[in-house]
């Protein structure tokens, strides 16, 4: 009987010692972190094109979440549809310049639009004119930056 519980706690033992091996172990390899991901120009690229096309469908909503977190958190969606309206119907741009550096880029676009108010869209026609985007990568992703509040 001697025998068996000394051969069970050498078992035992020998069990421990393999599963604190493994527990310390290099762990697998997994999905990069939002903080190891690097900047990448064709997801800024994914990303300007699904604003814009947000903007194509009036769904001020949805193209409000392109915006960083941080501006979110100081101006409610409320305060972002108040300066969206009908006025301009937005037709197509084009991505003609992506230029990134470090966690910033600059997006040059060639925007097509059309003024909906007072008929004057029928005078004045398809209006093209080359605009250009800010935009910041934080927290694993491209945000759109607002003109009028750099860096938010």
Do not use: C
């Amino acid at each position: 009987m001697k025998k068996f519980l000394l051969f069970s706690l050498f078992l035992s033992l020998t069990a421990l010692s393999q599963a604190s091996k493994q527990a310390t172990a290099a762990p697998e390899k997994s999905q990069p972190s939002a903080e190891q991901q690097q900047p990448d120009e064709q997801a800024l690229r994914d990303r300007v094109s699904g604003r814009w096309q947000a903007l194509f469908k009036k769904d001020f909503p949805k193209a409000y979440t392109y915006f960083s977190p941080t501006y979110r958190s100081l101006f409610p969606l409320e305060h972002y549809l108040k300066r969206m309206g009908n006025l301009v119907d937005w037709k197509s741009i084009q991505i003609q310049k992506v230029q990134i550096d470090g966690n910033s880029a600059k997006v040059n676009l060639l925007l097509r639009y059309r003024i909906s108010a007072f008929g004057l869209s029928d005078e004045v026609g398809t209006i093209e004119t080359n605009e250009e985007e800010r935009w910041l990568w934080k927290d694993g992703n491209w945000w759109y930056v607002d003109p009028g509040k750099r860096g938010l």
